[in-house]
Structure formats: C-alpha cells, structure tokens
C-alpha cells in the first residue's frame, strides 16, 4: 500500500503540470492585451508599458512561464490586481468557509442519502421506493437558488429556526457554525442526496440478488445485518465513487448557494475575480480546485481497497 | 420410520400471491428421517430447488408464495411460523448449503467472522469462547491451519476450502436438518468426493438428516439412502435408492437414468481417414504479469501440449479445472497466443501468423462454448447470428441465409428460428444454434468447450447424438474440451488427459478410460461419483479393468454392488 501511495502521488505531477501550462496560457491566450484591459481606456502608452513590464509581459513567453513556475513551487501565486494582496492570503481568508459549507454538505448527504438508498432497494417496487425514487428526480430538477430560498422562506423566516443569511466559522464554536450552515449546506445537498440515493438503490438491488446475500438470511441474521453488514459494503464502491464525484462538483456547486446565503467563501472570491479580469487570482483558482481534484481521486482508489478486499495494486 | 426430522405435506408454491397466477410447486410432499440422506433429483424447472428455499423461508419475497400445504420441522409448521421464529430457526435447526462456495460466501468479509456471525446470532458466548468454537469447527472440516483460514477471505481460499468454510457455518450448532443444494455441482470430482465424503462424516457424528439437491446420478448413487425425483413441480416417485437405479416405476425416472451416459467408453469406431486435420507440437502458453519495478510473474498455463487430430474424428481433453485444457482450446483457436511450440491446419503452422494472415485459417476452426444462455447475441437474430461469419468471409447475403436455413434444418429447429432471437429457445435449442453459427463457416475442426455442461441430462444426450450425426454427415473433426469423464466416454474417439498443463496420459478412449496407465487418470476415474453404476441399464456396471486400483468407498455403500 506505501508503494501504491507513492506511485498515485507520482502520478498526479504530470496531471498537476498539465494544469499549470494551461493555467499559464490562460492569460496570454485571452483576446486582447490583459494590460489594457486592466489599465483601462484612458490609459497613456508610458502607463501601459509599466503595467506590462510589472506582469512580465514584456519579457519572451519561456522566460515568463519559467519565471512563473519558479514562484509557484516557491509557494507564491502572484498578487491580486484589484486589492494587491497576494493571492494565497486571498484564498486563506475563504477556504475554511468553503471547505467546511462542502463537508457537512457531504455529511448529510451520505447521512440521509444512503438509508433511503437502502431502504428504497429493500422495498424495491414497493411505496417506500416510488417514493425515494419521486423525491431523487425532484432533487435533481430543482435549481439549488430555488431550494436555498424555499428553505430560507419556510425555516428562517417563516420558523425563525436559522438566520437567513451569514457565517461563523468552526472557530468560534459548533453551534453558531451550524446555526448557520445548515440551511445552505441542505440546500446544497438537495441534489446529491438524489444522486446518492439513486447509486445506493441500485447498486444495493444488485448486491441483494447475490448468492452471500441468501447465505446471511440462511444463517438466522436480522434483516438490519444483512442489508448494512452484508449488503452494503458489496455495494460501496459505486456509491463512493458517486460521492467522490459529488465533492468534486460540490466545490463548484458552492458559488450559487454561497451568494444566496451569502457566506464568504471561495464561490464568491471566484465569481468576484473573474468579472474584475483578476487574473492572477483566476489561476490561484484554478490551481487550488484542480489539486482538489486529484486529491479526491485518490482518496476515493484508496477507499475501494479498503472497502474490497480483492482490489490489491 | 420413527416421526420424520422434516415432513413436506401438499406444498403448494405459486408466482406471487396472486391465486390465479401459475404455480410451481404443486403438492409437494417428502418425508426425511432422522439421520437420513434424501437424495431430490430432477432436470433444471423440476422445482427442487423452489422446495428447499420453501422450508427454509427463504423465497424470494413477492416473486414466489407459498399457498398451501405444511413444512413440518420436528413437528412445528415453518409456513405457520412468523419471521422471527424462522430467524430463530435458521441455522440452529435447520441449515443449508449453496452450489457456489465462491459467491455464496460474502466477499469482503474474513471467513472466521462469517462462521462467528452464526453464533453471535443464536448464543450468548463470550467472544473468546466462540472464536474457540469456530476454530474447532475449522478443524472439524479438515482445513489446514485454522487460525490463518479463520482471518482469510474467501477469495484466498480455493474452491473445496470454500465449500467446507459454508458447511461449517452450517452445522456449527449442530442441525437437525442440513439442506445441501447441488454442493458439489461447481466443484472438480477429486474435491467433490473429498466433500461428500465430509458431510457424510459430520452427518455420522452429528446424526443430522441431509435433504441432498442434485442433478447428478452418479452422486445420487454415492450418498443416498433414498431418492425423491422431481419433475415440473410434482414428485414423481419417492423410494430407496436401489429401487430407484434398479427398477424405476415411473417412466419419467427411466428416461432420466436412460440418459445419463456411461462411463463404460463406446465401441471404437473404424479410422476413415489418415489425414491430420489439427496437430499441436510441444504448444506451450505461459502467462506473464509485468511489475512495476518487480520481476515479472510466470504462470505456466500450458507445457509441451502435443496431439494429433484426424479428419471426422473426435479428441476429447479431459481435466479439471486449471489444468490447461481451455488454454489449449483457445490457442488452438488462436484467441490467445501461444508462447511456444506449433499448431499446425492441415499441415500449416498458424502459430505465429498475424491477424491478416490468419484471416483465411480462421474459419478452419470454429468453436462452440459453454453456455449458450451467453455465447449467443441477445439483440440479433438467429439468422443474422448465423450468417454473419460467411458473409464476413464475402458469401452474398441470400446465400449465407440459405445455408443457415439448411443448418438449422441439420441441427433440427424449425425453419422459422431463422427470424427469431436466441430468448425465445430452450438450452439445448440455444445450443443447438451455437453448432449451426459454427458449422456455417464450414470449419474442419470444430472446437467444443464444455459444449454440453450447462445442459440437463436429456438436452445433453440429445446434442451429443446431434455432434455424432454432424461429423458422420460432414465429416468434421472435433476437438471436445470437457470435465465429465461420462461424456467423453460417449463421444471420444481418442482422449488426451491434462494435469497443471501438461498432458500426462494420451490414447484410445478405450484404452484410457479402461485401463489407464497413470495415476492421476486412475484418481480422476475413482473420483467420478456412482462409477460403480450403469445407469442406462439399471444395474451395476461390469466389473473395471484389472489395472484399475481398488476402488474406495466415498460415502456409504449404496447397495447392488
């Protein structure tokens, strides 16, 4: 497994080096000269040329993407062309909403996704399926906007159970934090509590077709030992594949609902620098989801070799 | 008979509870005693198996409904029983072992913990204590090492250490009742003889009754003290099991016995021709599996395989599983490349041809596989199916579909198959059209993988009598790769015996079968269950070569010999 390890880290530097050539040409292939835009149209020859020597642009296109390479490794994403603060203070300051918003996002999902996904496969054809079933199409065909204002109608102002809008970090203690993002995190969760209920339902329907299955009912267990003990971790691997999929999404899906709930996370830094052309902080970005990514994937190829014990590399 | 462990009175078991729906059990009724092995036989649909899922409460829920009739268990009605009680008496009284030890066992879970689940379900031992009771029961099933096999999964265990894993978890508490459906079915006769011969000493010990679920005559012969066939949904005759092989009363259980094929090989025939179709020459095929930064993994699949085949003969390859003999098959059929050694058509080495050159010689060799339920595109027409090769091969189209009219003809369908899909036959019709889909490129060698495994034992006889009457009319050469020394007695001309993929003994069918000349052939023919039988004749075979061993008792003696 060590060796597995290695060589799946190995393996994500091309991946993580092909993104940041792209990253890179990002800016030089945009349409039209990034230091005009930024200087503006009123902009003089003399100040155009001091905002092209200040992003390197002046300099060939191999000394620039060198240069560039040389302050990632070293750690430095460029500094913001809006508030001139460097990029990475910029993401420190709103990853922890994001990534917190996204994790008890995926925590209730997998908590109400995967009993219903179960009980849907138990009952198959039955109410509690057709059921499950109408609810998973409904969590699909709802925009999360609609969902999140919905909620916030019903619980926050209608129950005053939440407060409509806002955020608290973990920080400054547990339930201020879940005071207010459990509202965006259902909202959020809607669709992937359909997705992941309908891969648990019919990843389930085939495992409780199998023969092992038949044995554990043979052998006297309850019906909760045989669905949760045997059947689903046979089923796992489809479902954690879905849900890994789902986080990767998620941390997309994130910028909606971080404006209608308004938390400052990544979604808004996001939606914020890319109708300011902020350039630098697009590739900060870009390069903080696509390591995201492939963290993901491999998280999720560990979790089936330790989910199966016949998936070896 | 003192009052039976199990009594089965009218059982009647319909698709869903819809009372007008149809049924397929209807008014079964059996007896065991206590301590006795009651053999159910019966061809595939005869409802055995729907009869041992109905005593255990294990149908399947909403597909099919027990209506009426009593499952007596010591005298407690199972069908009046709630779901708890069934619960309560599931593994404790009454147990049941499946056909496939690989999937019957749960895949992601140590065995040891399997068998451990079945006490922490029904007794209130501490976990020390039932690792301990686990452990013994390991070693009461004879596998090595019992601490090692306890924390194994069953992917690391083999085929017969899986199937004694499942009859330990059975009868761990000691059953009254073991229920074994079609145990050994999956199994290769030399472990197959190992596990009937266990259940038989635990069912000594224990003084369990054994409800036996088999398709096969032969073990039917080996364990049974009496016999109960079956035949759509109705038992046909219940009586002891020399009654039975000697002097069946139904007509239905003399056609089952008539078709089961004889060990006794068939008379040789005359050689019709001197010309080598098919020849192998020191084959070889050995599996590597590069590592990264690792020595590569050799696996040796097939050693120094030579044979010879002659036109309008059959070369039957006998082994069990792993031996090499599908291997050999594929090469032969270049599905995989050999690594070493020739196979030479008709005198031309095809060994190492490419894939264009080889185009000509493929439809030299055609091959028929195992389960026609697979081996036959749902979504194309019989016809379609084929005609597709001659046509691939530039035969216009109305003359590929005439020529498969007239095969369809030869292997007896009606010519109205042509525009039917595969779902809509039987197994053996399905094979049937495999034979035609092979013979419609007008091969030399016809390849048969275990071509009549997966069929009942009529369907079976019926496609050997086809495969017979096929080389007489076309006079094509078979290669037949089977398991079932039964059946390459009755179709073999010469057979060739695989071991670890090498061939250790080569010869007559006559010969082999009769007087073999390596120990591993003799096992093999010892291990074959009920070799004692003709069951065609309903009486005891004649008395084996001298040069057979002496023959060693698997269960106990079964009468008449």
């Known amino acids: ?313 | 008979m003192s009052a039976p462990i199990l009594s089965v009175r009218d059982l009647v078991v319909g698709i869903g509870p819809d009372a007008a729906s149809p049924i397929v059990l209807d008014g079964v009724s059996l007896d065991i005693a206590a301590g006795e092995t009651l053999c159910l036989v019966g061809e595939s649909g005869s409802g055995k198996s729907v009869t041992s899922l109905a005593v255990m409460g294990l149908l399947p829920r909403g597909a099919l409904v027990a209506r009426s009739g009593r499952v007596l268990l010591e005298g407690e009605d199972l069908l009046a029983a709630d779901r708890r009680r069934l619960r309560a008496l599931r593994a404790s009284r009454m147990a049941m072992i499946f056909q496939e030890p690989m999937t019957a066992l749960n895949p992601v879970m140590p065995v040891g913990r399997q068998i451990d689940e079945v006490l922490r379900a029904h007794t209130s031992l501490t976990p020390a204590e039932r690792r301990r009771r686990v452990l013994s029961m390991l070693e009461q099933v004879h596998l090595p090492d019992v601490a090692r096999v306890f924390a194994s999964y069953p992917h690391q265990l083999s085929g017969g250490q899986r199937q004694r894993i499942m009859i330990a978890m059975a009868l761990i508490l000691e059953p009254k009742l073991l229920i074994a459906d079609e145990p050994t079915t999956a199994l290769d006769v030399t472990t197959q003889k190992e596990i009937l011969r266990l259940v038989h000493e635990l069912q000594e010990k224990q003084g369990t009754s054994v409800l036996f679920i088999t398709h096969d005559m032969g073990v039917v012969a080996e364990i049974a003290d009496r016999v109960c066939v079956m035949h759509q949904g109705t038992v046909v005759e219940t009586d002891t099991v020399d009654a039975i092989l000697r002097a069946p009363r139904k007509d239905y259980t003399r056609r089952l016995l008539s078709a089961v094929p004889s060990l006794t090989p068939r008379a040789p025939r005359p050689v019709a021709s001197a010309e080598i179709v098919l020849e192998t020459v020191e084959l070889g095929k050995v599996y590597a599996r590069r590592r990264f930064l690792r020595r590569a993994e050799e696996t040796v699949a097939a050693e120094a395989v030579s044979f010879a085949l002659r036109r309008g003969r059959t070369l039957g390859i006998v082994g069990e599983s792993g031996s090499g003999k599908s291997t050999v098959a594929r090469c032969v059929m270049r599905l995989v490349d050999p690594t070493a050694g020739a196979i030479r058509v008709k005198g031309r080495d095809i060994s190492s041809l490419s894939r264009s050159a080889l185009q000509p010689h493929r439809k030299r060799i055609q091959m028929v596989f195992q389960d026609p339920y697979r081996s036959l595109n749902p979504r194309v027409t019989v016809g379609e199916s084929i005609a597709e090769g001659p046509t691939n091969y530039g035969v216009p189209r109305d003359a590929a579909f005439a020529r498969a009219r007239s095969l369809l003809e030869i292997v007896g369908l009606p010519p109205d198959a042509i525009t039917r899909y595969p779902h809509q036959f039987s197994g053996g019709q399905r094979q049937r059209i495999a034979i035609a889909r092979a013979l419609a490129m007008e091969p030399d060698v016809l390849v048969a993988d275990e071509a009549v495994s997966a069929l009942d034992v009529s369907v079976q006889a019926q496609v050997l009598a086809l495969l017979d009457d096929i080389q007489e009319r076309l006079g094509v050469s078979l290669l037949f790769i089977t398991h079932d020394l039964r059946v390459a007695a009755q179709i073999c001309d010469d057979i060739a015996v695989m071991q670890k993929g090498r061939i250790v003994e080569y010869g007559a069918a006559s010969e082999v079968l009769t007087a073999p000349r390596q120990a591993y052939t003799r096992q093999l023919l010892d291990a074959a269950p009920g070799r004692d039988w003709d069951f065609a004749r309903f009486m005891p075979r004649e008395p084996a070569a001298p040069a057979a061993a002496p023959v060693a008792d698997v269960a106990k003696p079964s009468g008449g010999h």
């Open chain 1, 1 to 313: 497994m060590p060796g597995y390890l290695l060589r799946r880290i190995l393996a994500a530097i091309p991946v993580m080096v092909v993104v940041a050539v792209f990253v890179f040409l990002l800016l030089r292939l945009t349409p039209g000269d990034p230091a005009a835009v930024l200087a503006g149209d009123m902009a003089t020859p003399e100040q155009l040329a001091r905002i092209r020597a200040s992003l390197g642009l002046d300099k060939p296109v191999i000394v620039q993407f060198v240069s560039w390479i040389g302050q990632l490794l070293r750690g430095d994403l460029g500094t913001s062309l809006i508030s001139q603060t460097p990029v990475t203070t910029l993401i420190a300051q709103r990853i922890e909403p994001t990534i917190s918003l996204a994790l008890l996002t995926l925590l209730l999902s997998i908590l109400i996704a995967v009993p219903l996904g179960v009980l849907a496969a138990w009952r198959h054809g039955g109410i509690t399926d057709k059921a499950v079933m109408s609810f998973s199409v409904l969590g699909f065909s709802v925009p999360v906007f609609v969902i999140g204002y919905i909620l916030i109608q019903i619980f926050a102002i209608d129950l005053k159970w939440f407060p409509v809008q806002g955020f608290r970090s973990i920080s400054d203690g547990i339930g201020p934090f879940l005071q207010r993002a459990t509202l965006p995190s259902l909202a959020l969760a809607s669709i992937y509590v359909a997705l992941i209920a309908r891969m648990t339902r019919a990843s389930m329907l085939e495992v409780l077709g199998e023969d092992y299955v038949r044995t554990a009912r043979a052998k006297g267990l309850r019906e909760t030992a045989v669905l949760f003990r045997h059947a689903l971790r046979n089923a796992a691997v489809p479902i954690m594949t879905v849900i890994g999929t789902g986080f990767a999404l998620l941390i997309s899906g994130v910028v909606v609902t971080e404006s209608v709930f308004n938390v400052p996370g990544i979604g808004r830094l996001t939606v914020d620098a890319i109708l300011a052309r902020d350039y630098p902080v697009i590739q900060g970005l870009i390069l903080l989801t696509s390591a995201l990514y492939v963290l993901i994937n491999l998280v999720i190829d560990l979790s089936y070799s330790l989910l199966d014990p016949r998936i070896r590399y």
